[in-house]
């Protein structure tokens, strides 16, 4: 990607190409590898602060916010209609899932399958911090697929249509949470832009999904709203508005400097360079910064 290099979103972008379609993909994915389903079994929705998690993390998530602000292009009016027309497709099919849930639920045991979804939401958590680690691991259909099989009841089994309208609406709003948060992130396109750490953001949704996980895997409270309190602040902490206002004045006195002359220049790279070797770095210096996660 231009800006953010998130895992998830490259490995799509050279499947999909285009901004839209690449978007429709990351927000449709939970959908197609049983990510979602998995979710609902595993009962991550059963509290307010559970549809908000999965909503946020799980259809919005870094990867969204980085294809919205890095790939997409258009004023924000133009994006946000973009993501609303993905809206009507991903609304229902989040509610058929939702709707298939309980009688796949009749078919297998929870206990074991509550450990395979907890253990893809660490899966797809790895891959979002790190693309190298990323490529060692399997898919998360892979482990939806393995858990799946290892929960299956056959014996006795009857497939019964369990309808829960509750948790057909539940499974409406998570998703309905997603399509809001991504539309939010469009509507201030201009200011995050040059505001946000897209990298910072994306390390710090990685922790919050595997602070998920440990819910689903009743390691943690299941109503206490851990991993949206780490997705806040690390919200808080890769917004830094000063970005932009510092690059600005820096232009601003190159732009200076340059009308000085070159005499002035001349002098102020001899200062320049008197400090360096009065007090050198101990730290090496590299062409390209890369964040210590990568």
């Given at each position: ?10 490995r ?94 009749t ?6 399958f ?5 253990l ?39 497939v ?72 806040c ?38 200062e ?23």
């Amino acid at each position: 990607m231009s800006v953010s290099q998130h895992p998830v979103a490259l490995r799509l972008e050279r499947q999909v190409g285009g901004a839209t379609k690449l978007l429709a993909t990351v927000m449709m994915l939970p959908l197609i590898d049983g990510i979602f389903p998995a979710l609902i079994l595993a009962g991550a929705l059963t509290y307010p602060f559970g549809i908000l998690e999965t909503g946020l993390l799980i259809f919005g998530g870094s990867a969204t916010v980085a294809v919205v602000l890095a790939e997409m292009d258009g004023s924000p009016r133009e994006r946000m209609r973009a993501i609303a027309l993905l809206g009507v497709l991903l609304l229902p099919a989040a509610a058929i899932e939702a709707a298939l849930a309980p009688t796949v639920q009749t078919l297998i045991d929870m206990a074991v399958f509550e450990r395979f979804a907890g253990l893809v939401i660490l899966t797809v958590a790895a891959k979002t911090a790190s693309a190298r680690v990323g490529e060692y691991l399997p898919r998360p259909a892979v482990i939806i697929g393995l858990g799946l099989v290892a929960s299956l009841q056959p014996a006795g089994a009857e497939v019964t249509f369990v309808a829960d309208s509750g948790l057909v609406l539940r499974g409406v709003a998570a998703a309905g949470v997603g399509v809001g948060f991504a539309m939010l992130v469009a509507a201030l396109g201009p200011v995050l832009q040059e505001s946000v750490d897209l990298d910072l953001f994306r390390f710090g949704s990685a922790v919050a999904l595997g602070m998920l996980a440990l819910s689903v895997l009743g390691l943690m409270p299941t109503e206490a709203p851990v991993a949206l309190g780490v997705l806040c602040v690390t919200a808080v902490f890769s917004f830094d508005p000063g970005v932009a206002s510092d690059v600005d004045a820096s232009t601003a006195d190159d732009d200076a400097g340059d009308a000085d002359g070159t005499a002035d220049g001349d002098a102020t790279e001899d200062e320049t360079e008197a400090a360096d070797d009065a007090h050198p770095s101990p730290f090496p210096i590299e062409e390209e910064s890369r964040a210590p996660w990568l």
